[in-house]
């Protein structure tokens, strides 16, 4: 691990980042802002802040304590044997997949009572981070004088490279990625450890989990018990890890510095203006309605019958989260204050940039390459979606085919000329998901078939070509259950087998997804090709540049927008002031059964209704903390200074979703489950005593 | 009628109307922009462009002839025995009225073979205009010098005096309302024959009607059928009228000019930017995701069973419908150019106003006083919305328990005090409403029941005291059953009863509707007052200071936003060209049969399959003009200067729904069933003849 950028510029960042926060809020008080990667830690502001720096050993326990689930969640060890905490609703996946008509593990939860009762989860990863490696002049000059498609593909060929190096002959233990950071102004090798026996040991019932449903979801106070338990293996046994957080019994006190170390999806505060209209309009008009109707199907689709809510449960959960999420974007997108300010910030760094000789002809007019970009991005983007992004065809059935179909042509490429995803390092997740065994659902598939065709339909015209050559004579729903009635590929063997051939063999194939993933390849392989010449890759050099004006103007030590790469965000556990009502930091299990009526999504379960004599109601439940987190953040570590486990982040505040452009200090609020309250749940609601005691390392 | 305003200041309207183009697209040529008020028409502008004006004898007729379908359309006579022309989907709710399990008239079709099976569409009410009276001296003089509570009581007491006075003894057959014009700036009497005995005589198929489906809704080229033909009746007889539009059977010729007289229901076309955004904001956060997933459910209902997709289907159609228009208007409002000419615009007239001694004292700062109301409409509207509109509550039951609630107690009050929609004038309809016997179907009410209780308690908030009230410890989809399951209101007697009763009586209900409506009533009378005493009342008294404004710039002969009241709108009929593709303006039945698939809702009827060798194919099935028509048009005549009826007006291209904020002459165009297509359809498809030759006037 490189460590040696830790001690330079963090003054001049701060500054930034107050200079920042006074324009827009008028305030500075404890601007804990910052998704902070592991070898470049803003100490001398933590010292500041907090009267406290973590010192080298802290650093590499807490690196190599967390976790990163790669379907997108957040983790970490909490036992020498493998343990694994995270959300519930980031196994909610795995919890489906052991699930069937009879025994509903949403509805009443899963316990492994012995070890031999573990659970696979087919499709599950984990990754433990191990090292990162600057690569940036590496992959700067690989690419220098270059654009278009050869700016791309020399940047995927040298990517290929750096992570094929770096995973080396360790291929089923190994993941290696190159991390984009500063919108290219640093690029960076990580490489992780990689667990794929990924085994259930707890997951409570749903509705404790995710207690209060859609409607507190990012609300606060919240009263959810939102933890699930996995361990890895490794032949077959536990896995033994050196670095894991023991939970604190007794979770953090008011005020207390905390830590989160998670992998945050994705920011856009060094968007440009043209971007932030662009990303606003395509929400407004093209994402959160598109979201709301599926949810309205969705809703209405799990009322056909229990078993369809049962196979339906996990998307509407994705669905009404991304939705509510997202809205909450929009509504920060809208505020005009912000476009004002990130007016006026771009306007001043123009002006700087203009008034330096050297960085003008540099930088030149990025802004402007931006804007016409994101016109092109305009055009592109719904066709782009639909037919290269598999929007047209949401069916697990297509996604097969499409990897077989794209898989069998990229495997038979030198590795530095596929298609990233395919990539030699790429690929066991890719078999991964391929090969899960999770079951399928065929009245589900054509239910979701059907919807993408008909917006296919409604989002390209009924003239498109490729439309009209699709559906045919046929509707939708016709098309959907002749085509779902008709494939074998619900057959791991059958997709294995497809795997393993040729494009030749691949074409003789009677398969209607197989067929249709041939027919559309070539369109989409185009789309994404005119996406990439047009969209991105103009729009990544231009932000490079911005990024460098950026560095030149303000220093080079703001963090940088968040990318599923591990980082760490300090501040501290605190409540905050709304409308002049305060909300105190800390909920208990009192305020949990007070909330309860009885009636979904506020019914308690069982299990608490039985526990309720045995628990310390006045316990904290959940807590809310100043922490700069986003999605992604789910199931992350909250650790106070010995290192040792007092929260799990599962999610923000109302406040906190405008924090995808900006971090509001004043409202701004991680929400996290207390360790106090797991230890207890664990003991007291779920009778997991060994479980407890593994936990805080007894 | 009041004619005498018609020479006046025409011209420098028509420059103003120009100097808006000219800024906005740069093009002048064909602005046959307006939705001219019938006592009020631009007769140099139509000499001018059409190189014809019409005389007062074609203006009589055109203003006698047609008719406006209280429940939003517009319609016109073509018989001299009542016969009256609409679109299909003006009559959904008739046509779903008289089907049933067995018949199902959306699929089937309805067709009358002799009068005496015609049938009563029970909640129907047919309007004609009579005559236009100026009372804008006497509403301005009764509420000059107040403002807030005082201000909106004092309109309403003068308009109820107005209507009252206008209406007489004459309560069954007339309706007279103050239409406001100019956003204040002018106030008319408009009287209408009511027509209440309305009764189905045909409509076809919708798969014939609504050709194409959502997919093709706002679209041309076009093969829709989207008639029908109601029939009003007097002492239990044919109502026998002397204005009226003969069908010319061969349709109107390209570049002919054309006069739409219908009820266009708003345009939004002198809005400020501060009203303009708002609305932006709330389309995007709100309505469009709300009809998104309102969408999803209703579509998925369908699919429950058959009858549950009968029942649902108007509602599906109108939401689709709405859905895309709202969704266009989005667009428009999200494109920044429309934004930088209307702040120009508006910077320019606050220049003009502080220019001129007088003005500026008396419009003052009216420009901000409506961006204040603004930000209170964000805070008020969705609780507004929810409460006081029954965004909350969507269930028949409960719009019928809120007009018995109200009525009893508004009903005790003198005419000018009571709520608006009370006044004597207004009871006819409120009663043909509440005593429809249109069935109610209890499944489908528990859906959008339980739906909307959901929404309530997502949009106000768990901790919301009325939301917490009203749901207590149980889900909404238990509250929506026990209250459909306790209710006696499917009761056209019950619901006689209570309307007639008195609020004491009421109190004793156990109706669960009832009981809902009167805990509900004082928290929605309150958010009712507050929303128009911060909002309403700011705003229009402001407005009235800005069209003043507008008057003193640009002349007082602008057109007045579109308020659901009569206007001709001239133009000719014309295809357009976008992207350098010509688009004609005819289509023909050849097409129609070129584009069927087979399959929803691209499914050609039977009748048509049959009568195919029949027909002749090249006459003209569709066409497109340029006359500037809005949701409210739907069901509009299409005269030619010979006051015959060549078009139906049915919808506009897709380019037509940036019209709410502005009209593009370019590209904007209104699409019409050709007079042609609905002879030769009546004759050869449906084998009416006697009805064919009754429109043709035979």
Redesign the interface.
Same mark, same amino acid.
């Given at each position: 691990m490189s460590m040696n950028h830790f001690q330079k510029n963090v003054y001049r960042m701060h500054l930034y980042a107050l200079y920042f926060y006074l324009a827009l809020f008028g305030v500075a008080a404890d601007a804990e802002e910052g998704m902070w990667t592991m070898d470049h830690l803003p100490l001398q502001a933590m010292q500041r802040d907090l009267n406290w720096a973590p010192q080298a050993t802290w650093i590499d326990h807490a690196m190599h304590g967390a976790a990163r689930i790669a379907n997108g969640c957040s983790a970490s060890f909490v036992s020498k044997d493998g343990l694994v905490l995270t959300n519930h609703h980031c196994v909610a996946e795995c919890v489906e997949e052991i699930s069937n008509e009879k025994e509903n593990h949403m509805i009443d939860g899963f316990l492994a009572k012995e070890r031999t009762a573990e659970k696979k989860c087919s499709a599950m990863e984990v990754n433990r981070l191990e090292k990162i490696t600057d690569v940036t002049v590496t992959v700067q000059k690989a690419t220098q004088g270059l654009s278009g498609t050869a700016f791309k593909l020399a940047q995927n060929a040298i990517k290929a490279k750096l992570s094929e190096q770096c995973v080396g002959d360790q291929k089923a233990k190994a993941r290696c990625e190159v991390v984009t950071l500063y919108q290219g102004g640093q690029y960076q090798l990580y490489r992780y450890h990689r667990f794929q026996d990924v085994r259930l040991v707890f997951a409570p019932e749903q509705a404790a989990a995710f207690f !209060?449903g #859609? %409607? #507190?979801n990012f609300?606060f106070p919240r009263y959810d018990f939102d933890m699930s338990l996995i361990r890895v293996y490794e032949d077959d046994q536990p896995a033994r890890v050196k670095e894991y957080f023991p939970l604190n019994a007794k979770g953090p006190s008011e005020n207390e510095p905390v830590f989160t170390i998670g992998n945050p999806g994705a920011t856009q505060r060094q968007l440009t203006v043209a971007q932030l *209209?662009s990303l606003? $309009?395509n929400?407004?008009?093209n994402v959160? %309605? @598109?979201?709301? *109707? /599926?949810? !309205?199907?969705?809703? &209405?689709?799990g009322?056909?019958s229990p078993e369809s809510k049962r196979i339906s449960t996990a998307e509407l959960f994705y669905v009404e989260n991304s /939705?509510k999420a997202l809205?909450g974007e929009? &509504?920060a997108l809208?505020e %005009?204050s912000v476009f004002n300010q990130k007016t006026a910030e771009e306007k001043e760094l123009k002006e700087f940039v203009n008034s330096k000789v050297g960085l003008k002809e540099e930088i030149g007019d990025a802004w402007q390459t931006i804007e016409q970009a994101e016109i092109q991005a305009n055009t592109l983007r719904i066709p782009f979606q639909e037919i290269e992004k598999n929007q047209a065809f949401r069916t697990v059935y297509y996604s097969f085919a499409k990897m077989i179909v794209r898989g069998v042509v990229e495997k038979s490429k030198n590795n530095a000329d596929r298609l990233p995803e395919f990539n030699e390092s790429e690929l066991p997740q890719i078999e991964a998901a391929l090969f899960s065994e999770a079951p399928i659902y065929p009245e589900f598939e054509i239910f979701k078939l059907n919807h993408s065709l008909i917006k296919m339909? &409604?989002l390209l !015209?009924?003239d498109h070509a490729l439309v009209k050559k699709i559906? @045919?004579? *046929?509707?939708p729903d #016709?098309l959907a259950k002749q085509w779902v009635g008709g494939t074998q590929l619900a057959d791991i063997q059958e997709r294995k087998k497809w795997w393993n051939s040729d494009i030749q063999t691949l074409k003789k194939s009677t398969d209607p997804f197989i067929q249709l993933a041939l027919e559309v390849d070539p369109q989409a392989r185009e789309l994404r090709t005119r996406y990439e010449n047009d969209v991105e890759s103009p729009i990544n050099k231009a932000s490079e540049k911005i990024a460098k004006a950026r560095f030149a103007m303000y220093g080079a030590d703001a963090s940088p927008d968040a990318t599923f790469s591990m980082r760490l965000s300090y501040g501290r556990v605190k409540g905050w002031t709304h409308n002049n009502e305060e909300v105190p930091a800390f909920t208990d299990f009192k305020g949990a059964y007070e909330r309860a009526? @009885?009636? $979904?999504p506020?019914r308690l379960p069982d299990t608490w209704l039985k526990a309720k004599n045995q628990l310390d109601l006045k316990m904290p439940l959940n807590f809310s903390s100043t922490n700069d987190i986003i999605g992604g953040n789910s199931g992350s570590p909250v650790l106070n200074q010995k290192g040792e486990l007092v929260g799990l982040i599962f999610d923000g505040n109302i406040h906190s979703l405008g924090g995808a452009f900006w971090f509001d200090p004043k409202l701004n609020r991680a929400v996290s489950v207390d360790s106090a309250a797991i230890v207890q749940g664990m003991d007291k609601i779920y009778g997991a005593r060994k479980i407890a005691d593994e936990l805080v390392g007894r």
């Open positions: !209060g #859609d %409607p #507190d609300m *209209q606003r $309009d929400f407004a008009t959160i %309605p @598109g979201l709301a *109707q /599926y949810r !309205g199907l969705l809703t &209405e689709f009322n056909r /939705y809205h929009l &509504e809208l %005009p339909r &409604e !015209g009924v559906l @045919g004579k *046929q509707s #016709d009526t @009885g009636a $979904d506020f």
